[in-house]
């Protein structure tokens, strides 16, 4: 018997328990800096030195935090289900608590890629810095989709959310476009669970029918929900 499919969206919300922070939480500064400074092919051209750095930062943060019980909670589903996971977070916590399918939308901090050639992409655990070269000779940058830049995972992600059987959405304010607009994919009337502290609408979801909100966190609410749709396979 084929296993129902269940289809996660994920953002800054369920990493941000684990101590990572999210720029949104204030005024568009990400850890002192204006995002665009820091997330956008100006700002790399502007300042390729402050970038590399800024983003140093954060992959020395993440080798510092843990996953929560919200990303550790969804492994459970995996028993019962066929789970793809969307994430909208560029950190490693979803395959660290042991999820085996994780489409990343915007990016990985573990990865650098080429300048030259965007399918040159490497694994990559330490700091880049200027003299990093792809195989091709060109400078490495972060393997992050920054504003204004295409979203080369969305195609995917679309494909996996129009084969939902369950989608749940947990830990993002549903503001981010394109990755906010998937739930116009889902089949029409399946069950949508959201799951945030402040669950707010947008206007896919106010169309979709069947639409849960749990207005919890992510470490209260994913425990919770699973319990409840492990039921359903019983």
Not at 47 to 69: M, S
Not at 115 to 132: C, F, G, M, R
Request: proline share 5%; with cysteine.
């Amino acid at each position: 018997m084929k296993k129902k499919k269940i289809v996660i969206l994920t953002g800054a919300g369920i990493s941000a328990e684990s101590g990572i922070q999210t720029f949104r939480d204030a005024n568009g500064l990400w850890e002192g800096h204006d995002v665009m400074e820091v997330a956008s092919p100006q700002g790399w051209r502007k300042n390729r030195e402050l970038v590399l750095d800024f983003y140093n930062q954060r992959r020395a943060q993440l080798h510092t935090v843990h996953p929560n019980k919200g990303h550790e909670g969804l492994v459970e589903l995996e028993e019962g289900f066929d789970v793809v996971i969307i994430t909208q977070n560029v950190d490693d916590l979803h395959e660290r608590a042991g999820s085996s399918h994780v489409v990343h939308l915007h990016g990985e901090l573990l990865k650098a890629r080429s300048t030259a050639d965007p399918s040159l992409i490497y694994d990559w655990e330490k700091d880049i810095t200027s003299k990093d070269k792809c195989d091709k000779g060109s400078q490495l940058r972060p393997h992050i989709v920054w504003f204004g830049e295409q979203v080369p995972m969305l195609e995917t992600a679309a494909a996996h959310t129009m084969e939902a059987d369950i989608m749940i959405i947990i830990g993002t304010s549903l503001q981010v476009y394109p990755a906010a607009g998937l739930a116009a994919y889902a089949k029409k009337g399946i069950p949508i669970f959201y799951i945030d502290p402040k669950p707010t609408l947008n206007h896919e979801l106010k169309v979709a029918k069947n639409v849960t909100t749990i207005a919890r966190p992510a470490t209260e609410g994913v425990p919770l929900l699973v319990e409840q749709i492990k039921t359903l396979v019983k």
